[in-house]
């Protein structure tokens, strides 16, 4: 059975720090690429950072780019994204992907970050 369960999320005053984590299983982790999207309220699902199947290559959006760090441990089967100076903006239900070519895509169910004082 495949699973994704994200966690770390939480209330976190401006400019505070969170590290969000997606334990994957029942998949082949390290073969697949990794998204964490974020959906905020009244907004659309957007993607927030993406690293390839070995870790060696990320992708970022302008939005979160020299804020937040995706990373990945294959041995351990998780995701991570360090989330550092958060914004009130920031504030959304974080989801992790996991895509492969020519296999489903899987999604976890979703961690709340809300950043406010």
């Known amino acids: 059975q495949v699973q994704l369960v994200e966690s770390g999320g939480g209330l976190v005053q401006p400019g505070g720090s969170l590290r969000l984590s997606c334990a994957a299983s029942?998949?082949?982790?390290?073969?697949?690429?990794m998204t964490w999207y974020r959906q905020g309220p009244g907004n659309q699902r957007e993607l927030v950072a993406r690293?390839?199947?070995?870790?060696?290559?990320?992708y970022y959006a302008d939005s979160v780019k020299g804020r937040f760090t995706i990373s990945r441990d294959n041995a351990k089967n998780t995701l991570y994204l360090e989330m550092n100076t958060l914004k009130p903006e920031d504030t959304a239900v974080y989801y992790c992907?996991?895509?492969?070519?020519?296999?489903?895509?899987?999604w976890g169910q979703g961690t709340r970050v809300t950043v406010s004082s």
């Open positions: 029942g998949f082949t982790f390290s073969t697949y690429r």
């Open positions: 690293i390839t199947p070995a870790g060696d290559s990320t």
């Open positions: 992907n996991a895509r492969n070519i020519g296999a489903p895509e899987y």
